[in-house]
């Protein structure tokens, strides 16, 4: 008779993985409305990290990684890739988007006005937990302003450039078409612009904070002012095969333009934008962008050390694996290790050797 | 004939999971590592349903290379029945209807992490390594920018200084596995985690090996007839594990490259690596012939 091995790998994943997903019991249309509808700024993130905009998806992504974001989002980003690439939407355009929140911290007043929108920034963080012992907590409902705040909004950096406190952008008139793609390019260093920001919009949001964060408190060159932040919403402007323009609907995006008090005459200026409403992730990520020019080698302000490792599938997916056995590696180095502490016990044979 | 008869059902993945522009440009990335053997090939290495780290780069190389004619091993330390050896099985044969095997001799596509199994292979057989830090010089320089134009350079220096000082504090070279080796004399690469027992198995190979690394975005190779020659100073040789003389408690195999298993005495027991090969033993104890093929080791010496 055959000798079969006995360690039977393919059981134990099978069981590990019915054990989990039996924890998490029965996913339904109803639970993904739900986590979607509870936690949109969740929804939001997650989108952002996996680029894919799609509210329902990533809900349910949510749901069946049980709320583990790194998994949510790579189960994202698997998904992601699968699919056909119908057609590129037009850019959005800062006048074109419909703003809902847009401030300033560079000045007291801007052309279109400051627009708080909805935030938390000024609340005070209070745990209604009288929701635990069965009450209701019914926010009061918004005293909605005579006029309201107009859609369209100038951007702040427009003005900048009018005063000639920034040098314009070139005008970038690649095909939409012709516009780097990093999920089907690798990326090289120096990055191109679009990688550059591409990869921050899909950066794990931690991850920039953190390095972010490192660039504020003094580890970078630049401290951020921000000259405008915004959440708005934006058509998805497509062109139909026969020639007409149409919105395929709206996404939810963030953007932040941080700037910098230059060596020169001009400001300098960090710009991050991505899916979804995560203020956080922006104005870090536009931090990073600002400090990156010129930065030292291996800074953490550095382009490529930033946008290595703040991508979040990448840097989660190689931490856990070292779950998986290195015994072999283990094996290697234990043989080197003995061998010269052999020769350090003896060193009289070395010598002969 | 209609238009429809040309076309292919709709079908929510394709073939192979990856769609075709990410096979091609897998296809050509290969050829261009085939071509510059040992030099690093950058590609857009797309997600898989596997987080990064755990063989994403080595299964975008079986999923390209698969068709249903295929038969796939894949082991993980040596051994099939390992977890994640187990897992990414699963998942080739299922989008593939390829055949799976455990027997090396059986496949034509190997796709393994941190071994290359004792059997020789021919040049029907494609083996994929998987590739955790696809960089030889990420020790010494971890700036991938700066990396890439020290291999321009053929600028190897402080490769070599890194393993002179290892010699002189410790008496010995102290590079376990991923072992440093010049390709074809001109491109230092890492062979992946594989001890130094398995890097004599890529010189001048019958088989192809492409090595492939997912999280970090770059394919290398191995053509066959190649040399790969680790990096030795010529007073100092080159030292494979220290494994020739031990015996596996379960198959007792001997010679081959061993897993040490810690007893409770504080005594150590071992069991062979190549996990297949010890069943084989185990089989022909049974009664069952000739079912390991040559190998690479013979009584735990190199045969060249």
Known sequence: ?353 | MKLKSLSKPWEAVSYGFLDASAKREIRRKMLKAVAVPGCQMPYASREVPMARGWGTGGLQISLTLMNPKSIVKVIDQGADDSVNAASIRKFLTRVTDAKSTWDTLEANLIQSRHRIPEERLTRDQILVLQVPNPEPLRSVEPNMSIARQMHADADYSRMWLQLYEQIVRSGRVMQGASYPSMVNGRHVMTPSPIPRWDVPKLNMAENLTILSAGREKRIFAVPPHTKVEPLVFSDVPYKVEEHHNLTCARSNLQGYFMNEIPNEDGTSSYEVSDSHLGIKKLNEEDGDTNLIGDTWYKNGEWQS
Request: glycine share 6%; proline share 5%.
């Open chain 1, 1 to 353: 008779m055959a000798y079969v091995a006995t360690r039977g790998g393919e059981r134990a994943i099978e069981q590990s993985e019915r054990l989990f997903r039996e924890e998490l019991g029965e996913i339904s249309l109803e639970k993904v409305a739900q986590i979607r509808d509870a936690l949109p700024y969740l929804v939001d993130r997650v989108m952002g990290e996996a680029s894919l905009y799609d509210q329902d998806v990533a809900a349910l992504a949510l749901t069946q990684a049980g709320g583990e974001l790194h998994e949510a989002v790579l189960l994202l980003r698997a998904w992601r890739t699968t699919q056909p690439r119908i057609c590129v939407a037009d850019p959005v355009t800062q006048a074109g988007s419909h703003v809902l929140r847009r401030i300033s911290a560079a000045f007291k007043d801007i052309p279109g006005g400051q627009v708080l929108g909805p935030s938390l920034d000024y609340a005070h963080r209070l745990l209604a937990t009288e929701v635990l012992s069965g009450e209701k907590y019914q926010p009061p409902a918004v005293d909605r302003a005579d006029h309201p705040a107009p859609r369209h909004q100038p951007s702040v950096s427009k003005w900048l450039a009018d005063q000639e406190l920034v040098t314009p952008s070139a005008n970038d008139d690649t095909p939409t078409d012709e516009i780097p793609d990093l999920t089907r390019e690798p990326l090289l260093f120096p990055a191109k612009r679009a990688h550059r920001l591409q990869s921050l919009a899909r950066a794990d949001t931690g991850g920039v904070l953190a390095l972010g964060y490192s660039a504020m408190r003094g580890y970078g060159q630049a401290h951020p002012t921000v000259n405008e932040l915004r959440l708005a919403e934006a058509d998805v402007q497509v062109t139909h095969p026969n020639g007409t323009k149409f919105s395929a609907g709206r996404v939810k995006i963030s953007q932040a333009e941080v700037v910098s008090k230059a060596k020169g005459e001009k400001l300098d200026r960090g710009f991050s934008a991505t899916f979804g409403w995560n203020e956080v992730k922006c104005i870090a990520a536009a931090t990073l962008d600002l400090n990156a020019e010129g930065a030292e080698k291996n800074s953490a302000v550095e382009e490529e050390f930033f946008l290595y490792h703040t991508e979040g599938v990448e840097s989660s997916g190689f931490c856990i694996h070292f779950k998986l056995p290195h015994y072999v590696t283990f094996q290697s180095s234990l043989d080197a290790m003995r061998d010269a502490k052999r020769k350090k016990d003896t060193p009289k044979m070395e010598a002969a050797e």
